[in-house]
C-alpha cells in the first residue's frame, strides 16, 4: 500500500491542475515586489561567494586530482604533465607492497573503532545520563582526549611506547636486551598499539554523541516501562536502544569517517613505517614533500575516495528515500 | 601577484594569496616579514631563503652575512624557514617567487633542480673560487652539464663512533677489515656490550648503513650509478651488499624499529653499546665535555681490496642562485665571499659541528674530532652524499625507507624485496 501511494504521488503532481496556473504567475510578480535591487545584489553575494569558494576549492580540486591519477607529474611547471593512462593504477595495484597492507589496515582501523571504543562509549554515557555523583567531571575526563589534537595525543603516545625509556617497557620490565617489546616499530604489534590511542580517545568521542541522543529520550518513555515492570536491561534493550537509531547512524557515519582520514595520530607515532601503513600516509608521502610524485599520489587519492563514495552514496539513498516516505 | 595561476596553486602561493588580499583589504602590511619579493631590486641587498631554523646554525650565519656586509656593503636579507618545510616546499618554492640565493645540498639533489632549470649556472664565481676547493667537492658542485652551480660551504663525515676508554679498557683495536669488524662485534657481545647501536625510526639512518657496504664492496661508481638509477637492483652485487649486512645484523641492538637515532646515541654515551655509525652529528647528544673528549671514530672497514677505504659519505651543504636573481652582482660578490676560506672560517666559531668544505680553511681552531674529521674527507678519493642527496628523492623516500625496514625486519626476503624495489625503481626513474 504505501509503495503505491509514493508511485502515484508524483504522477499526480507532474499533471498540472488547470486551476492555480495563473496564480502561480501572480506569486513571483509579488516576490519580486518584495526584494529591492540591494537585496538582490545582497543575495546574490551571499549565495554567489560561497558558491564559487565551494566549487573552486571542493570541485575543481577532487576532479582535478581525479584527472591527475591519469598523468605523472612532478609538480614543477604544467608542460611536464604526462598523461599515462591506467598506469598509476595498474603500479598501485601491482607493485606497491605497501597499498594492500594500507587498504587493510584502513579496514582494521573501521573494524576495531565500531566494535570496541563505541560500544564502550555507549556504556559511559548510559552511565553518566543516570546523573550520578561528579557526572560533569567524569564527563570531562573522558570527552579529554577528544578536545586535544591528534599529534599531541600521537606524541604522548609514543612516550609512553618508546622501547627504552617508555612507561610501559619501563614498568614490565621489557627495555633490556633480549626481552625487547618494541610497540612503536614491530609491524605485529604497532597497528595494535596505535589503534589503543585512537580507541581511547574515540571511546570519549562516542560517549559524548551517544549522551546527546540519551538526553533526548523522553523520559516518559522510561516512567512507562519502568510501570510495566521492566528492568533496567530490558528498558534500555527494547525502549531507549532503538530510540536511539537517529545517533546510531550519526555514530557509524563519523566512525567510517574517522577510520578513513586516519592520519595525524599514525604520522606522528611513526610516520606510518612498516606495519602502520594507511592510505592517507601514502598520499601524503608521495604528494607532499620532496617526492613529488603528484599524479601516483593522487591515484591513491582516488581510491580513497571510490572507497569514502562506496560507503557514503548507499547511506545517502537510504536517508533521501527515508525522508521521501516521511 | 597572487599566484592563483600558477601550477597546483600550492597552499603556500594560495595563502600568500589571501595574505596579499588582507594586505589589501586592511591595509596593513601583515606580511612585510616574509615577502620575499619586496625591498629586494636595489642593488644594495641580496635575498636569501635559509632553512637553518635551528639556533646554532642560525647564529653562525648571521655573523657571516655581517662580515660580509661590512666587506661590501651588501646586505643580506634572510628569510628563514623551518628546516623541513624549507625542503619539502621547495618545489613550489623554487618555482614561485624564490630569494636570489638559497640553502641547498651538493649532489643529485642539487643537480635536479639544475637540470629543471630551476637554478642559475655560477662558473663566474668558480672562475675566481676553484682554487680553495679540492676536487671531489669541484664534482659535487658541477650539474649534469659540467657547469657550476652550488657552493659548498661545511661538511661532515659519516663514520663508526666509539668511546676511546671503552677501547682501551676491553683491549679492543680499531678494525680495518670486515672480518675484523665482525670479531669485534662477536668480542664486544661476549663481553655484555651492545656491539653496534642502532635506531631506524626516522627511516634514514638505515640508508646510510646500505651506503657504507655498498661503495665498500661494490665501489664508488656502482655505488653512484645505482643511486642513479643505471645499476639494477637485483644485480647480485647488490644482493651481496644484503647478505653483509645480515651477517652484521645480529649484532645491532635489538627493538631499532621504534628507536630514534637519539636514544641510540645515548647507549654509547652510557658506555653500553660499543659502536655506532653514525654522521659526525652524533657528537651533539654528548653534553659533559669530558664524554665528548672521549668520543672517536674511525672509517667503515674495508670490504673489498679493490676499493679499501677510498669512500667517504660526507653530506655537504651549501648555497644555489635561484633561476631569476634580481641582483645578479650582489649576488656573484656573495657567493664569491661564501666560497673563500674566512666565510667558512668564520661560520664554524659558532657551529662546531661541521668542518670546512674548503682545503684552504684553517685547521686551526679545529677540535681532534673536528681536524680527524677534515683529514678524512680531504684524504677520500670520493665522496657520496647519503642516499636520499645521491638519488631522486621521491625513489629514496617513498621505496627505499620502507623498502630497507622491511629487510632489517626479514632479511631472509631479500630476492623478492629487490625485484620489487627494482620494478618501482624503473617506473620512478621513467617517469621524468
Known amino acids: 500500500m504505501i509503495s503505491e501511494t509514493t508511485t502515484t504521488s508524483p504522477e499526480a503532481e507532474a499533471v498540472p491542475p488547470p486551476g492555480p496556473a495563473p496564480a502561480k504567475k501572480r506569486v513571483p510578480k509579488g516576490a519580486k515586489r518584495l526584494l529591492t535591487r540591494r537585496d538582490r545584489i545582497t543575495l546574490a553575494f551571499m549565495a554567489g561567494v560561497p558558491t564559487v569558494l565551494h566549487v573552486a576549492l571542493v570541485w575543481v580540486t577532487a576532479l582535478a586530482s581525479i584527472a591527475l591519477a591519469f598523468t605523472s607529474w612532478d609538480g614543477i611547471g604544467f608542460d611536464s604533465i604526462k598523461w599515462v593512462g591506467l598506469d598509476n593504477f595498474k603500479q598501485l595495484f601491482s607493485d606497491n607492497p605497501q597499498f594492500w597492507p594500507a587498504l587493510e589496515h584502513n579496514v582494521i582501523w573501521f573494524v576495531v573503532l565500531i566494535v570496541l571504543p563505541t560500544p564502550f562509549g555507549l556504556f559511559l554515557a548510559v552511565q553518566l545520563d543516570k546523573n550520578i555523583r561528579f557526572s560533569r567531571v567524569y564527563q570531562t575526563a573522558f570527552f579529554l582526549p577528544v578536545v586535544m589534537s591528534l599529534a599531541v595525543t600521537g606524541f604522548v603516545w609514543q612516550l609512553i611506547y618508546n622501547p627504552d625509556t617508555g612507561l610501559i617497557n619501563s614498568l614490565i620490565g621489557a627495555n633490556k636486551p633480549g626481552h625487547y617489546i618494541d610497540w612503536i616499530g614491530d609491524p605485529k604489534l604497532n597497528l595494535w598499539a596505535v589503534l589503543i590511542a585512537a580507541s581511547w580517545r574515540h571511546a570519549g568521542y562516542m560517549m559524548i554523541l551517544y549522551l546527546a541522543g540519551l538526553k533526548g529520550v523522553d523520559p516518559s518513555l522510561r516512567e512507562a516501562s519502568a510501570l510495566d515492570g521492566a528492568n533496567e536491561w530490558q528498558t534500555f534493550k527494547n525502549v531507549i536502544f532503538p530510540t536511539l537509531r537517529p545517533t546510531n547512524t550519526v555514530v557509524l557515519v563519523v566512525t567510517i569517517i574517522e577510520s578513513l582520514r586516519a592520519f595525524d595520530l599514525v604520522f606522528v607515532f611513526n610516520k606510518g613505517a612498516q606495519g602502520t601503513e594507511l592510505l592517507s600516509i601514502l598520499i601524503t608521502n608521495n604528494i607532499i614533500g620532496e617526492s613529488s610524485r603528484i599524479g601516483y599520489g593522487s591515484a591513491i587519492a582516488v581510491v580513497l575516495l571510490v572507497i569514502s563514495l562506496a560507503v557514503i552514496i548507499p547511506y545517502l539513498i537510504a536517508t533521501f528515500r527515508k525522508e521521501r516516505r516521511a | ?432
Open chain 2, 1 to 432: 601577484m597572487p599566484d592563483f595561476s600558477l601550477p597546483a596553486a600550492s597552499r603556500r602561493s594560495v595563502l600568500r594569496g589571501i595574505g596579499g588580499a588582507a594586505v589589501l583589504g586592511a591595509g596593513i602590511p601583515l606580511l612585510s616579514a616574509c615577502g620575499s619579493s619586496t625591498g629586494s631590486s636595489d642593488s644594495k641587498t641580496v635575498t636569501l631563503g635559509s632553512n637553518a631554523s635551528d639556533a646554532v646554525p642560525k647564529k653562525a650565519f648571521a655573523s657571516v652575512y655581517a662580515d660580509f656586509k661590512k666587506t661590501s656593503g651588501v646586505t643580506v636579507k634572510v628569510n628563514t624557514k623551518d628546516h623541513n618545510t624549507f625542503q619539502e616546499q621547495i618545489n613550489s618554492y623554487l618555482q614561485g617567487t624564490p630569494d636570489d640565493v638559497f640553502n641547498w645540498f651538493a649532489g643529485y639533489r642539487m643537480q635536479f633542480f639544475a637540470a629543471k632549470k630551476l637554478a642559475t649556472p655560477i662558473d663566474d664565481v668558480w672562475a675566481k673560487i676553484g682554487d680553495n676547493f679540492p676536487d671531489a667537492m669541484k664534482k659535487l658542485s658541477k650539474g649534469e652539464d659540467g657547469k657550476y652551480y652550488f657552493v659548498p660551504l661545511t661538511t661532515y663525515p659519516w663514520a663508526i663512533f666509539y668511546r676511546k676508554s671503552v677501547f682501551t679498557a676491553k683491549g679492543y683495536t680499531v678494525p680495518t677489515t670486515w672480518d675484523q669488524l665482525v670479531a669485534l662485534c662477536k668480542q664486544m657481545k661476549k663481553d655484555g656490550l651492545v656491539p653496534i647501536a642502532f635506531g631506524d625510526k626516522d627511516q634514514w639512518p638505515a640508508m646510510g648503513t646500505f651506503d657504507q657496504i655498498n661503495f665498500r664492496l661494490n665501489g664508488y661508481d656502482f655505488h653512484k650509478a645505482l643511486m642513479a638509477g643505471t645499476e639494477s637492483w637485483t644485480d647480485p652485487k647488490v644482493k651481496a651488499v644484503f647478505d653483509h649486512w645480515s651477517e652484521l645484523l645480529p649484532y645491532h641492538q635489538e627493538g631499532f624499529m621504534g628507536r630514534t637515532w637519539q636514544d641510540a646515541a645515548q647507549g654509547i654515551v652510557s658506555k653500553k653499546s660499543g659502536m655506532y655509525l653514525l654522521g659526525s652529528f652524533v657528537a651533539q647528544q654528548f653534553t659533559n665535555k669530558a664524554d665528548l673528549d672521549d668520543l672517536d671514530f674511525f672509517a667503515f672497514p674495508e670490504i673489498n681490496s679493490a676499493y679499501g677505504q677510498d669512500t667517504v659519505e660526507a653530506p655537504t651543504d651549501g648555497f644555489m642562485v635561484s633561476k631569476a636573481p634580481k641582483n645578479h652582482d650582489g649576488v656573484v660578490k656573495l657567493m664569491e665571499y661564501l666560497g673563500s676560506p674566512a666565510a667558512e672560517e668564520l661560520y664554524l666559531k659558532t657551529d662546531p659541528s661541521v668542518v670546512a668544505a674548503s682545503s684552504k680553511a684553517s685547521t686551526a681552531a679545529y677540535s681532534p674530532l673536528q681536524k680527524k674529521a677534515f683529514d678524512m674527507i680531504g684524504a677520500a678519493k670520493s665522496l657520496t652524499q647519503f642516499m636520499d642527496r645521491d638519488s631522486r628523492p621521491d625513489f629514496t623516500s617513498t621505496v627505499m625507507q620502507p623498502g630497507l625496514q622491511k629487510f632489517l625486519q626479514n632479511p631472509k626476503g631479500v630476492d623478492s624485496l629487490l625485484s620489487s624495489i627494482e620494478r618501482q625503481k624503473k617506473t620512478i626513474f621513467a617517469s621524468s
